[in-house]
């Protein structure tokens, strides 16, 4: 055995940290510029539609779902350096585009979506950092890295909109630098500001990091990624098979996790809308404070779980976590009489207008906002009419929509803290980049799939058998965990190579 140094060990978690900072980063680039890219995409391509937008939200989860396998099969054969480099790199240059995009004289529109679809590419680089810091972390390390790595992609999205607001100070107009074409307004400051980050996460990528890796027990070992003298002694407790069943169970529950949270991201404005009778400025400001406040309580709830894994186990939180979602959207079912406030308006041959695929991948309550005349004066608030399920469908009341959110905003973060804790154990010393890649795409689908399940079943259906849907889905979780329950056991357990 080779007994860890202090030396090491301090360099083991500085790279870890600079995981996090990578993690922060990815989720970052993702959300700084959610508010502002419609309007920016009318400014600079005025041939953009609605549709076209379905498109340039879902570039980013495509993007990344098509990098994470890719970068992750990279990382098992080569230094993680490379790709976590390469993908930066990606990152930094697809912001940049994103702020020359009003160049072009035409097709402004492809390029700002080749912009955003690469930057989901570079954010792809997920999956090396998760598979990183599973080789890097012992046992006892493992819950308590992958909260940190979670609390740090929370954070990342909590703060995106809130550098985005900043940035709105600059204005539409801003300053131009002639010299190189470059427009600095609200629209482009925050990608520059991204790729500003990134510059300096590749040089702390240079500086800092280096390759590490512990068994389960904490010892150092060796692999193909370890580099010159750091390389310790090879691993001989990987000779074994990883758990398939386990892996594929772990895989499912995660992607139904993030499609649950991904349908309760993307239904809570055109819900409120119906419901309260909410103007497109309130629910989205109401719903911003909202979810601004689950995602502190979600940072919260990855810190408390790193203590109580320690007592309970992971598959038991994992397990609770599960029934509090189950609880979240059970109470949103609608219960009472009274029925939300109807929107009249002219409807053309009393149908529902037909929504095309790209338009299925956006953000529902963008769609609803824009697709209002331009003539309108005033903003018909209520249920539309158009949707025939307002005439007959009690409201959820507030009190139901608020508990709610809290559940899911207790439940998820538990969920997903747990899913990657358990998946990355039951790999153990195995290569874990691939595996993690396919996790990392699995929750990339599941993101593109939620606003297309919003825009049909809620649309056309209703809240009842929207979330009656989602709470059977949740239920069908419960039963996959609960036929995997004992297998859900960490690689070094299985073999007997220590005790749970």
């Avoid at 599941?446 to 809240?463: D, E, K, N, W």
Wanted: proline share 4%; net charge neutral.
């Amino acid at each position: 055995d080779v007994v860890e140094t202090q030396e090491h060990y301090k360099s083991r978690w500085r790279s870890i940290w600079i995981m996090y900072l990578t993690m922060f980063l990815s989720s970052v680039g993702f959300s700084i510029v959610v508010m502002s890219v419609w309007p920016y995409l009318q400014k600079i391509d005025p041939t953009a539609d609605a549709s076209f937008l379905g498109w340039i939200i879902a570039s980013y989860s495509i993007g990344q779902m098509v990098a994470s396998p890719l970068f992750g099969l990279w990382s098992n054969y080569r230094p993680r350096r490379e790709p976590l480099l390469v993908s930066t790199v990606i990152s930094v240059a697809a912001n940049c585009l994103y702020a020359y995009v009003h160049v072009p004289h035409s097709h402004n529109k492809y390029y700002m979506l080749t912009a955003r679809a690469l930057v989901g590419f570079g954010a792809g680089n997920v999956a090396v950092v998760r598979s990183y810091i599973a080789g890097a972390t012992s046992l006892t390390e493992r819950t308590s890295a992958m909260a940190n790595t979670s609390a740090c992609q929370a954070v990342g999205f909590i703060l995106g909109p809130v550098f985005q607001t900043c940035f709105t100070l600059i204005g539409e107009e801003g300053v131009t630098w002639e010299l190189v074409h470059l427009q600095l307004n609200m629209y482009t400051a925050p990608v520059l500001f991204g790729a500003l980050l990134g510059v300096i996460n590749i040089i702390l990528i240079f500086a800092i990091f280096r390759e590490h890796r512990v068994d389960d027990m904490g010892r150092q070992c060796g692999s193909i990624n370890f580099e010159g003298e750091e390389s310790g002694v090879l691993d001989q407790d990987a000779e074994g098979n990883i758990d398939q069943v386990a892996v594929v169970a772990l895989n499912f529950l995660f992607f139904v996790i993030l499609f649950v949270f991904a349908v309760f991201e993307t239904i809570a404005t055109p819900l409120t809308m119906d419901m309260y009778s909410w103007t497109r400025k309130e629910a989205v400001l109401y719903n911003g404070i909202i979810l601004g406040v689950v995602g502190v309580e979600s940072v919260i709830v990855f810190m408390v779980v790193k203590a109580l894994s320690k007592k309970t186990g992971e598959r038991a939180i994992l397990h609770g976590g599960l029934l509090i979602v189950l609880v979240g959207f059970f109470i949103l079912l609608p219960w009472g009489k009274k029925l939300p406030n109807i929107q009249w308006q002219e409807i053309k041959n009393n149908s529902i207008p037909r929504t095309t695929f790209s338009e299925m991948l956006m953000p529902f309550w963008s769609l609803q906002a824009m697709q209002l005349p331009s003539n309108h004066t005033a903003e018909p608030t209520g249920c539309p009419v158009s949707q025939s399920w307002c005439l007959n469908i009690p409201m959820i009341y507030l009190a139901q929509y608020i508990t709610s959110d809290i559940l899911i905003g207790l439940g998820y973060p538990v969920c997903n803290v747990m899913s990657y804790t358990l998946y990355s154990k039951i790999l153990g010393p195995k290569p874990q980049g691939v595996y993690m890649g396919w996790l990392t795409a699995s929750g990339s689908g599941a993101r593109i799939l939620g606003p297309v399940f919003v825009s049909q079943i809620y649309t056309h259906l209703g809240p009842r058998w929207a979330f009656s849907l989602i709470c059977g889905i949740v239920v069908l979780s419960l039963l996959v965990l609960e036929i995997v329950y004992k297998r859900l056991i960490a690689f070094s357990v299985r073999y007997g190579r220590m005790q749970e």
